[in-house]
């Protein structure tokens, strides 16, 4: 049963000293289960260095850009940013218009088109509480030629992604740093994106607007995920439109990934009557305790509010683990029979490829021979190029977040 924080026979000390973190972020997973934190290798020696001098810049630019102003006005009624963030607001609000206009003119050109385009109506949905597996999968089922999905380079403006692809690859391939500023996973512009990032640039009445006003987290999860605003519809349905017109040339499924999704299972149903889901489920303690740092980084790059600590972040991520999971146990029951697919991490980190194929036949996914062999590779690649260190909280954070999921 995945219906709540569930209780388990862990230490503080062994905790500490063996925290386990989203290994979907590790690409290699390979049974890895700590926070992904590559080894400094001869080999990334120079991206280290060119780190320190370049690095926080990249990582900025990469993240804290190309939100459309009206979208961010609209998002900052919800709460004022702290003085020491203002310039997180003018790199957040000047980028947005400086490309406005070719927003404006994305708007025109393809408005007919998108109100008369179709999509698939039954996509792949990849679901579960963040930290679970969740983009690890992703990057995996993204291998299948058969599957359209969002892009880095397409959620970094989506506003102005279909007539300024090209210059969006290239800005990407210049800008991004050489791994993930959250964790430090290998990743480049035609790297799959959760949908949630893109979307936030046009509607901030996402998850985002948590990370974003992180002293308001938990209204602002109760109000964007565990709840749905009528904008927030309107922009997912765009958003999957965009998509397929970005990335859906020759393909014939589109693949979603959004740990927030776990808490919409009815909204989701109304919009994509065939929806397949698979649904990771991943030990409390673990999915808390890295998504309690990974909001802390994602915080020091477009938060506008100051960092919590991490012993309030312990407290409210385990409140919304618990208020996600109960939303998903709900409306589970609104998902058709053979349209859900249940995961556990460790099975997931144990047989890679045989859980996919699984995936693929329980789902009735008919495209497992052209996807078997990149999928092989992947996961080959990625078991054979990292390897992982383990995060801590703080000692007062670890012995509260040990306490709630006892």
């Known amino acids: 049963m995945v219906g709540k924080v569930k209780p388990y026979e862990v230490k503080p000390a062994e905790a500490d000293a063996t925290d386990a973190t989203d290994a979907t972020d590790v690409e290699g997973g ?48 919800w709460g004022l940013p702290h003085p020491s963030k203002y310039l997180t607001v003018l790199s957040l609000f000047f980028t947005g218009l400086l490309i406005e206009p070719l927003a404006i003119l994305q708007d025109v050109l393809y408005w007919y088109w998108l109100r008369q385009q179709t999509f698939p109506r039954n996509p792949v949905i990849i679901i579960g509480h963040w930290r679970s597996g969740t983009t690890y999968m992703h990057q995996l089922l993204a291998c299948d030629p058969t599957m359209a999905t969002t892009r880095n380079s397409q959620t970094i403006a989506p506003q102005i992604s279909l007539i300024c692809k090209t210059l969006l690859r290239w800005y990407v391939a210049c800008i991004f740093q050489k791994f993930r500023p959250i964790d430090h996973v ?12 893109g979307i936030c640039r046009n509607c901030l009445d996402t998850n985002m607007a948590g990370v974003v006003f992180c002293h308001d987290y938990v209204p602002h999860f109760r109000r964007c995920v565990t ?9 997912l349905v765009r958003y999957a439109q965009l998509t397929w017109l970005y990335d859906g040339a020759g393909k014939t499924q589109l693949l ?6 776990t808490a ?5 149903m109304e919009i994509f ?12 303690r673990d999915s808390v305790r890295s998504l309690v740092i990974v909001k802390e980084k994602l915080g020091v790059l477009l938060g506008l509010h100051r960092p919590i600590s991490h012993l309030r972040g312990v407290e409210e991520t385990a ?15 609104l998902i058709p029979p053979g349209q859900l697919v249940v995961v556990p991490f460790q099975e997931f980190m144990a047989d890679t490829v045989g859980t996919l194929r699984r995936i693929y036949e329980e789902l009735g996914i008919d495209s497992w021979e ?19 260190m383990p995060i801590r909280l703080d000692a007062d954070a670890e012995k509260r977040l040990c306490e709630i999921t006892e």
């Open 264 to 268: 919409r299972i009815q909204a989701l």
């Open 319 to 333: 409140q919304c683990y618990k208020e996600l999971i109960e939303s998903f146990e709900r409306d589970r029951h």
């Open 256 to 261: 979603i990934k959004n740990s927030a999704h």
């Open 370 to 388: 052209q996807a078997k062999g990149p999928i092989e590779r992947r996961v080959q690649l990625a078991r054979s190029s990292y390897s992982s």
């Open 30 to 77: 390979g049974g890895a289960a700590n926070d992904a934190h590559l080894q400094k290798n001869d080999d990334n020696q120079w991206y280290y260095a060119r780190q320190s001098c370049f690095g926080k810049l990249g990582d900025a630019l990469s993240v804290a850009v190309f939100v459309r102003p009206l979208a961010l006005l609209t998002g900052l009624l």
């Open 186 to 197: 290998a990743w480049d512009g035609d790297d799959p994106q959760e949908d949630e990032y």
């Open 227 to 235: 709840n749905t605003t009528r904008a927030f519809r309107r922009a």
């Open 273 to 284: 009557p065939g929806a397949r889901f698979v649904f990771l489920e991943r030990r409390a």
